[in-house]
């Protein structure tokens, strides 16, 4: 008998599978399920819809996934610098929580427009987290308004967050945005993801780990993807830090879409295909020098265009 269940646990080499009834059953692929149009390391993620059989071995029950149902969408990032392959981080999201930091480690603002491109280009909404908020000054605090009033025009809702200061706990701020949701938390290692689980979740109990005082960075505590329900339709997926991701799967000419600033302005572009650095009469660049669209975008779009890697 075939059944379905949704993946909640991802290692690469087994899996967890919610059942209907919500219980829990580890799982294995049967042979090799490819999906057909891009390769990735790993055939099945965190938030995929399989089919499976169940086996036993002995008094073990355990299932094989035999299929896995087509994707709404998900977060893919490249597996290293040298290899051209792509993990899928987790699918059918309707949110991704970028959490964010601005000081213990700082989060570059390249990071982040980085990871709104590719959220964009698979239609995910993110709301960002400037997190570890009870260690600003009043000059980050500012910083944060700045960043705030940049975002939210474009979409982005911006929230100030603290696993310390009760004020600003998961539970006060982030919970209700959270609701009815399948959400992925992102971010650098140590910026605090697994600790807002576990306010939110005090079940979870995922493992935290300070960061080191050399280098102020996170120790990758968390290694694997897992998704944990915090109500009966919210579901909150706890990923490892991310350094850096190439960006997947995108054309040159197609990057400037995922700025919504810059893609408001494209049609006014003398050419269709305009890239925006250094073509006439590109409304971008006018845009650009105007005011009107952020130095700090416009040179991350600039960036991404560069060192654009071309998944094939
Ligand atoms: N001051 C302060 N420290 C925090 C806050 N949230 C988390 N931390 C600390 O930051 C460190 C890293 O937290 P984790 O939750 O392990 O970070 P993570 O993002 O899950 O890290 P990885 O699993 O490595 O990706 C821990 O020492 C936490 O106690 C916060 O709001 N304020
Ligand atoms: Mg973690
Ligand atoms: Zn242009």
Redesign the pocket.
Known sequence: MTLSGLIIKSTGSWYKIRQADTSIIDARIKGKIRLKTIKTTNPVAVGDWVDYELESSGDETYAVITQIHSRNNYMIRKSNNLSKQAQIIASNLDLAVL?VTLS?PRTSLGFIDRFLVMAGAYHIPVCLVF?????YNSDDVLHFEHLKALYEPLGYKCLM?????ANYSPNSVLKSVLQHKTSLIS??????????LNQLLPLAN??????SDSHQK?????TFAEMFFIDSDSALI?T??IRDFGIIDLEKTEIGHYFPEIRAYMPKCKFNDCTHQNEPECAVFKAFEAGQIAGSRYYNYLSILDNQDIFE
């Not at 996170?218 to 968390?222: D, Q, W």
């Open positions: 959490v213990a997190n570890k908020c009870d260690l967050g603290s696993t310390i200061d971010g650098h290692s140590g910026v605090g993801k697994s600790s807002i995922q493992k935290t780990n300070s960061i996170g120790k990758h505590t968390t706890d490892p830090g």
